[in-house]
């Protein structure tokens, strides 16, 4: 069975203070890792999808990473802005369709 | 990257009731999913909503429970029967463009 593990659970940044999430998956087989931001009471925003390992992306102050056992969210010099749900899924090759979430990571930044 | 309008965004409903919920997906698409998410917890997949034939269900979701609709490649429902207050979570319907999962904004369900 996939299984998506994601620490910490919660992270209280100063803002400015660059730090990193992590998430660390068993799938036979990845077809793909997503990374999504959520809001309170809102639906999970797309940030990043890594297809191989050593493949990097970038958005703004995000930037995801991907070895065959795990990801990491780098978050550089955070603003409060950036406080958030951040979740991590993958899509196991053995799965036309299924995602498997983590529990996610709760970001606070505070000013 | 798809366009998702769920309705309602949030409702309080008495126990024993039921809710329908509507996803409108701006362009077509071959899969529709739901998912929900309970306080504090991740997404866990209910079904599957496919296009023209029964939504296919994960284990543990029925569809007396939660039937689903499907009627056309733009569309679906999710109804959340007879409800109790363990139904009070976030649904959220999602669609897969190439291979990348896009969420609606999630309807709040409250079950008094």
């Known amino acids: 069975e996939d299984q998506v593990t994601q620490s910490p659970e919660a992270l209280r940044l100063q803002e400015g203070e660059s730090s990193s999430l992590n998430c660390s998956y068993t799938?036979?087989?990845?077809?793909?890792l997503f990374w999504y931001r959520q809001d309170p009471g809102k639906g999970p925003e797309f940030l990043f999808t890594?297809?191989?390992a050593g493949e990097e992306k970038e958005k703004e102050r995000l930037k995801a990473t991907l070895t065959k056992k795990e990801s990491f969210l780098h978050i550089t010099a955070p603003k409060p802005e950036d406080s958030a749900t951040y979740l991590c899924?993958?899509?196991?090759?053995?799965?036309?369709?299924?995602?498997?979430f983590g529990a996610g990571t709760t970001v606070t930044v505070r000013a | 990257s798809a366009v998702i309008s769920q309705k309602p965004s949030r409702d309080i409903c008495q126990r024993g009731t039921s809710l329908t919920i509507q996803c409108q997906v701006d362009?077509?698409?071959?899969?529709m999913f739901w998912y929900r998410q309970q306080p504090g917890q991740s997404l866990t997949l209910i079904a599957t909503?496919?296009?023209?034939?029964?939504?296919?269900?994960e284990s543990g979701f029925v569809i007396d429970k939660f039937p689903i609709s499907r009627p056309n490649l733009t569309f679906s429902t999710l109804t959340v029967s007879n409800m109790s207050p363990e139904d009070s979570s976030i649904y959220l319907c999602?669609?897969?463009?190439?291979?990348?999962?896009?969420f609606g904004q999630g309807t709040r369900l409250t079950v008094v």
């Open positions: 999602s669609v897969l463009e190439n291979t990348e999962a896009f």
């Open positions: 799938v036979s087989g990845l077809r793909g």
């Open positions: 890594l297809y191989s």
């Open positions: 899924a993958v899509h196991a090759r053995s799965n036309d369709y299924k995602l498997s």
């Open positions: 362009s077509q698409v071959t899969m």
């Open positions: 909503a496919n296009q023209g034939s029964e939504a296919t269900y």
